[in-house]
């Protein structure tokens, strides 16, 4: 995948999700459905960048610099809490349980859990979003660019 | 099996086994919490500013239920 691709993609998936994160400003039905449409795009996130994180991982304990490390970290929190506002979203969702035709009333705990995981997962995002700031400039650079084989080149590496 | 979809079948792997840790552990800690947390719940005076929003999810005192507005059920 291009840079230029994942800079949309990533950049569709933070708008997306700072405008989801208060039902308010869209509507529960917008919200709901706006979130369920996240989700492939989350995981297509995740597998373009699984080998990477997956190498940082196994340097973890022995020599690595601290910025990466810290990048993990954050990387992995912000995985769990994203799973977690997903599948509590799920557990207390009306828009699409109504569509799918369950109507079960949500427990408060799973409201909680939910409200807990989506304030964690809007830090954690913009913590996530400056610490990769450098590659977003540089990939807005390079799009800017008026592009030539070799940069395209470059681009797909 | 190409690396790509190895990496699919990983990240949907690791995913689906933190979402099922975490409704394992959300389900016990409602069992362990149970009683508690609905006596707490039922017993909160039902005023709308005492209605509580996090994430963007507005929850009614009185009856534990996501709402858009809460209303006095006294």
Redesign the interface.
Known sequence: MSARSRLWLDLGLFGALLVA?????TG?AV?EWLCAAAIAPL?LH??IN??RTMAIARRFAVHLRHTPRLNLVIDSAL??AA??????GFM?S?AIAGALGFAV???????????????AT?ALLVVHFALHWKWITGAARRMARPSTPSARTQETL | MNRTLKNVIAVLLVTLFTAFAIFVTVQLTGRILGPTATAAAQSAPAQTSQSTTSGGQLVCPATGCAADSCHATQ
């Open positions: 994160y208060n039902p308010s400003w529960l919200h995981l995740l597998i699984w080998e995985f769990v799973v977690g506002v997903t599948l509590s207390v009306r009333a949500p427990s408060a705990l799973w409201i909680s859990v939910h409200s807990f995981t989506a304030d809007i």
